[in-house]
């Protein structure tokens, strides 16, 4: 009987440590920092749609928000319907691939969508203990992780329905006891922050000046003091992520933005496109700080739909047409210049030395990220097109295809 | 024996226990609100619910039919757990009747009634085929339906039974709301050498008195008044862009779908202003909608009253993208739209559209009665 319990315990080690010891979580868009890189080591560089697959799940729907990972549970978001106001919340076993929960709710004001993403283009985000997953018809629901409602915002039918023709993008993000979603569209625009127990308003600050953007917000540390970055209307605003109030400002983004800053070396990278902008820029300071804060601008090779990636001394784009660039992070000057192939919607990933990019064929490419120069490690194709970002957790890839959720690792 | 009394005494007391009453935790469900209001007391509720079975499906179904779209959502999360129970059941007594009723009810809130439907999918697999074709007049299914229609009317056309296909596609446009729909109908008919009034049967304006350019630059044409919005006189002259002066000039929009070109109708422009103007006469006093869509942006005066105003710029026309509720009384109505024309771009490529599509229609979209009358003739 002893040495039943002692080889029970034994085996829950082992199951605790697979489950937490293999690198980090993935717990909203773009990863841990949000900013696409993981310090998450043993993630396969090499598949294709059957090598290296450890499981694959049908999605019931359409999205691009990116896979969540939570210890041994995966999240994703989709959306169906003729207006795609059919929203599902689905958390899938990161082992076996099996459906654990799904969640299937309402939308309560569907708007214009695309085609390829539908209401499920925000990327849920989780503190561990609760989920919470805004979508495009401008609802915000809290779960906790047992896929139990906790509560609901129906935040387009209390401030206006979203005027938008591609439907709401923004991924939201923890700050300390709060939620915040950026809310740019053609209506009345603001940011909100709600309280992540109740849900109820900590504040909410209006922006009126701005118009339809699909950009997710930033946090970066400045000083004393945090502040949060939203990019959208030719512009990009500090504020302070305690209270709403607005600090300062840098003029020159393009009209409608899309990628999300990164931050690195005492800077925000901004960019925003096509034919716009790549900005590094000095956060902190009040009022318009344009001409004082920014380090370095450089006008080639900017995206309209994919986030740039900071790793090391370097700085990384894939463009919508498929170009990509390496650029000094210091300095903004071109290091290299390469033609990926295809089209990009998603942003890259890094983990482990590597640059991960996938382009809208499915096909990712692996580079070297150690390296200065371009050295291309992989071309690893999934058999699918594929518009969302990939995440990447306890050494393995996840890939939402247009179809499935695909667990990538090594068998 | 003390114990076997006992026994029998419990089990007296539980036959004794009267039917769960949902009521009282379906009301605090029906209590959440905005600001995540009545969470805490609406989850408690909502795991008692979801305890039970079958039997509480009706009152929870009717409890669904609410405005409050985050009640409705909490409903929902309890109707999917007993559903999902009881379709692993094998001996589950489904109340198909009650079903049937309650998605046939076009009275109720459509996303309840298309759930219950997607359950008789499962429960009656046939239902669907024969009672969606009958649902034309139903606001939640009625697409659907005309779907159908144009389906089953593109079939008898393949068989070469025009006379049936002439009756399906005129009772898909006679119900189609959708503008798709409507102008897909319309050109099956008139293939057929039918004829089909999409500008009548959606309501658009396309008689116009026209004027413009005025002068608005920096974007100032959405909050100044220009004379027009003054008094609308078609026989004045006004001093516009450039100097020029503008008389009104009467407009027949051809365009299908009521899409009137301003670059094409006042000159290639750019920070200006230009005013449709039309007067209509309806039958009756009657509630209707005002639905528009403009580039740059329109406002809309109804009898000289503004009704719609949106300060929006470089953001597309798009066919009823902003929908007014608004009130016609009987005789004669005008109506007075202001179109405002931004900066070029700073992308020299992106096209510089001008122009308005306006539409007068009931809540369920389709066209109001009217006439136009020929002012100024």
Known sequence: MRSLRIVAVFCGLICFLSATSNGDNWPGWRGPNRNGVTSDAGVPTTWSATENVLWKMPLPGIGTSNPVVWGDKVFVTASEGRDQGELHVICFDRNSGRERWHQRLWGTAPTLFYGRSGMASPSPVTDGQRLFAFFGTGDVFCFDLDGGLLWQRAIADEYGPFENRFAAASSPLLFEDKLI????????????ALDQQTGANRWKSDRPEVWLSWSSPQLVPSGDRVELVLSGSEKLDGYDPRTGSRLWTVRGLARECVPTPVVGHGMLFVVSGPNGTHFAIKPGGSGDI??????????????????????????YLADDKGIGSCLDAHTGKLIWKRRFGDK?????????GKLFFTNEAGSTLVLDATQASYEEVARNDIGEEVYASPAISQGKFFVRTAKNLVCVGIK | MTWIAGCLMLVGLTALDPPYDPAPHLAVIAKTGPQGEGSVAAKVARDELAKHGIEVLPQLLVAMDTSNAVA???????????VARELARDETKWPIEFFKEYVSDAKRVGRPRRLVLGLLDKLEPAFREKWLP????????????????????DRAAKDKDQSAAKTEFRKAFEAARDSTQVTQAAAKLKSLGESADTVQHLGLVTEWWLAGPFDAPKKTGFAKVFEPEEQVDLQTKYRGQDGAELTWKRHHETDTLGQLDLNKQLGTTREAVGYAYSEIDVP??????????ADDNCSVWLNGQKVFGRDQWLNGTRFDRFITPIQLKAGRNTLLVKVCQGPQHKDPEVPNNWSLQLRLCDEQGRGITFKTIESGR
């Open chain 1, 181 to 192: 979603v950026q809310c740019d569209h053609y209506g009345a625009s603001y940011v909100i």
């Open chain 1, 344 to 352: 990009f919607t998603a942003s890259p990933v890094s983990a482990d």
């Open chain 2, 72 to 82: 409705a959502n909490w409903y929902r999360t309890v109707y999917e757990e007993i």
């Open chain 2, 284 to 293: 009756r006093e009657q509630a209707a909608q005002v639905r528009c869509g």
């Open chain 1, 290 to 315: 344009t001409d004082s804060h920014v380090v370095w601008k450089n006008d080639k090779g900017t995206s309209f739909v994919p986030s740039a990636i900071l790793v090391g001394e370097r700085y």
């Open chain 2, 134 to 153: 009958t649902r034309l007049d139903d606001a939640e299914f009625r697409y659907e339906a005309v779907g159908l229609a144009l389906a089953a009317g």
